[in-house]
């Protein structure tokens, strides 16, 4: 038998008077299959294109000795993920350190965009219980973004904010 297959056991059987032989099977079908996957990126000349460097260690080095960016990373790292409190927290940094306009555009971020994310995070109907406020008197927005959302955009901010530094 070769290795990978596994043995079928026939079970439950009996003889009618007929002399017909029945006999009941029960048996497991696994079916698996293995794929690999090989791409190449290529420059503008053809040429194939390294992988670029991993950012994680980067980002250390830039943590360890910038308060900002430690919080940052520290709030972005929750095990649950961040909340709409959460990331508002991380915008506020990216703006207090001046580079917010600058990373929006480098992410392609519009001011819409921020500002519908402002709005859900403030208001409780918007974003529940995780708001940054729990009697927001003004209107929630009428495309509330949804938290996945916010942490894809806060995401994508972060990581041009920190070219900046």
Same mark, same amino acid.
């Given at each position: 038998m070769a290795s990978g297959f596994s043995r079928v056991?026939?079970?439950?059987?009996? $003889?009618?008077? $007929?002399g017909v032989h029945i006999v009941g099977a029960t048996a497991t079908l696994v079916a698996r299959a293995n794929m690999t996957a090989t791409a190449t990126v290529l420059d503008a000349?053809?040429?194939?294109?390294?992988p670029p460097a991993p950012l994680?260690?980067?980002?250390?080095s830039l943590a360890a000795g910038n308060e $900002?960016?430690?919080?940052?990373?520290?709030?972005?790292a929750k095990s649950d993920g961040p909340s709409f409190s959460d990331l508002y927290k991380i915008h506020e940094i990216v703006e207090h350190t001046g580079h917010s306009k600058s990373a929006m555009g480098s992410a392609g971020i519009s001011k819409a965009t921020m500002s519908r994310f402002t709005r859900t995070a403030n208001h409780q109907t918007a974003s529940g219980p995780e708001s940054r406020h729990a009697r927001s008197s003004g209107q929630p927005p009428k495309d509330p973004m949804t938290v996945d959302e916010a942490r894809?955009?806060?995401?994508?901010?972060?990581?041009?904010?920190?070219k900046y530094l």
């Open positions: 056991a026939l079970t439950g059987h009996y $003889d009618r008077d $007929d000349h053809g040429s194939p294109k390294p994680a260690p980067t980002y250390i $900002d960016v430690t919080e940052v990373l520290q709030l972005l894809t955009m806060i995401r994508q901010l972060v990581t041009e904010w920190m």
